[in-house]
């Protein structure tokens, strides 16, 4: 992995939150006090709630970053935004209708369009307005990482991984059949910043794969993530941690 990987590791998943909250932080306030504004791509699953429902809280109630935060999605399922596997209604009903993010800056992915490709092609135009030097330059993409090595909707064997210029694409999920939308590496590797987020036991092989093992993207495709131009973030609790080879991580409680 390239040099400006930071790994943190936890103690638990509530610390693990910690420290990923001073890296959304840190990152966000970094675009706002540069650009005026700042871009963050969030993903889904179950990894980020507890971030998401701290961001809802009385900590960031007052954040003075929330009307100049723009909110885009890292993937997205192809369902109605009020089904229960919708990535937006996960972080709507967590954090975001209760913080003063304007609606023309939250970009929903919308996964119930009928025709995915014509909505991928949509939303890759948002994404110009954060082109840099050719690419979208987002402030942070938050990312999780599944047993098998993927992120975003970037599965072990899709044909999405080998995409080097469409920025969003339908891409297969994991159930046959399944399509998912998807940010591809190409916006992920031009951002200035990347969050893992990974906690938990069932995380542990992959956490070792991606960070410790030498496979291909292919088949560990979170192995992509390699910024061109920023720093990618591991936050990880012990136990996500526990087959990292060596201590890869700076010790807990610093
Ligand atoms: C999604 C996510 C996906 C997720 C991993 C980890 O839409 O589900 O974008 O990439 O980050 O599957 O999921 P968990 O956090 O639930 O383990």
Not at 104 to 115: K, T
Not at 174 to 194: C, D, I
Not at 222 to 243: F, K, P, Q
Request: net charge neutral.
């Amino acid at each position: 992995m390239p040099a400006e990987v930071e790994i943190r590791i936890a103690p638990d998943p509530v610390r693990a939150a910690d420290y990923a909250l001073n890296v959304f932080r840190r990152e966000v306030e970094a675009g706002v006090r540069s650009r005026g504004r700042a871009g963050v791509a969030i993903s889904g699953g179950k990894s980020p709630l507890i971030l998401f429902e701290r961001l809802g809280g009385v900590e960031f109630r007052d954040w003075r970053c929330w009307e100049s935060l723009h909110v885009f999605w890292v993937d997205e399922r192809a369902v109605d935004p009020a089904h229960r596997d919708s990535n937006y209604r996960l972080a709507r009903q967590s954090f975001l209708e209760r913080v003063p993010v304007p609606e023309s800056q939250v970009h929903r992915m919308r996964g119930e369009a009928p025709d995915l490709e014509v909505e991928a092609l949509r939303y890759a135009r948002l994404l110009e307005f954060w082109v840099k030097e050719g690419r979208p330059r987002l402030d942070l993409v938050m990312l999780g990482l599944g047993a098998d090595g993927h992120t975003a909707s970037l599965f072990p064997g899709s044909p999405v991984l080998l995409e080097e210029h469409a920025w969003v694409m339908v891409a297969p999920g994991p159930k046959p059949g399944e399509k998912r939308l998807t940010l591809t590496f190409p916006v992920l590797k031009g951002s200035r910043a990347a969050l893992f987020l990974v906690t938990g036991e069932d995380k542990a092989e992959a956490v070792s794969r991606v960070l410790a093992g030498d496979e291909t993207v292919e088949a560990v495709p979170a192995r992509g993530v390699r910024l061109e131009d920023g720093r990618a973030h591991w936050v990880l609790d012990r136990a996500a941690a526990s087959r990292l080879g060596r201590p890869l991580g700076v010790p807990p409680g610093d």
